[in-house]
């Protein structure tokens, strides 16, 4: 995952890690639009894995 996918800019000079832990009241982990940006998501569902690949989505038709 590169920066731009975890970090966001909440003011000038001020970045935060967009990313949520889990807790035992919500135990599910949860991939949102900025960590999906230009990546590839593939599931495999006979294996139970799930794997990200860098893509370029803007020059994709």
Same mark, same amino acid.
């Given at each position: 995952?590169? =920066?731009e996918n975890a970090f966001v800019t909440v003011q000038e000079g001020t970045l935060c890690l967009a990313i949520e832990v889990t807790t035992k009241q919500q =135990?599910?982990?949860i991939l949102g639009n900025l960590a999906q940006q230009n990546i590839h998501v593939g599931y !495999?569902? !006979?294996a139970g894995t799930v794997?990200?690949?860098g893509a370029d989505c803007a020059g994709s038709s």
């Open positions: 995952m590169k =920066p =135990p599910v982990s !495999d569902l !006979d794997t990200f690949a």
